[in-house]
């Protein structure tokens, strides 16, 4: 299994990018995902998350309105499209991918991050 995350870099504030992150291994249907991130001497925070169980995405509320999570379960890609970032959202962000059954976690796999920085 694995979670090729990619689409950090470097972008001014105001600016947006799209992460990207392509599985294989998995049926990405069958998974819940999300995006986590960490920041500089922060601690790791959920960004976004899209569950099988809940029809709308959740979003942590510093980036409500700005960031949207989507899935391309035929292209096995999750989806992070950033706008209006700020230098706050410099962070490694991780994907993830979950597969859960009756609230039990089941499978649980990781990205291996995208830098994002934001700076002028």
């Known amino acids: 299994v694995q979670l090729q995350a990619s689409g950090g870099g470097l972008v001014e504030p105001g600016g947006s990018l799209r992460l990207s992150c392509v599985t294989s291994?998995?049926?990405?249907?069958?998974?819940?995902v999300g995006w986590v991130r960490q920041g500089p001497g922060r601690e790791r925070e959920a960004v976004a998350c899209?569950?099988?169980?809940?029809?709308?995405?959740k979003y942590v509320d510093s980036v409500k309105g700005r960031f949207a999570i989507s899935r391309d379960n035929a292209q096995n890609t999750v989806y992070l499209q950033m706008n209006s970032l700020k230098p706050e959202d410099t962070a490694v962000y991780y994907c993830?991918?979950?597969?859960?059954?009756?609230?039990?976690?089941?499978?649980?796999?990781w990205g291996q991050g995208t830098q994002v920085t934001v700076s002028s």
């Open positions: 291994g998995i049926i990405l249907s069958h998974y819940n």
């Open positions: 993830n991918a979950e597969e859960e059954l009756g609230g039990k976690v089941l499978k649980d796999y």
């Open positions: 899209a569950s099988l169980r809940d029809g709308r995405p």
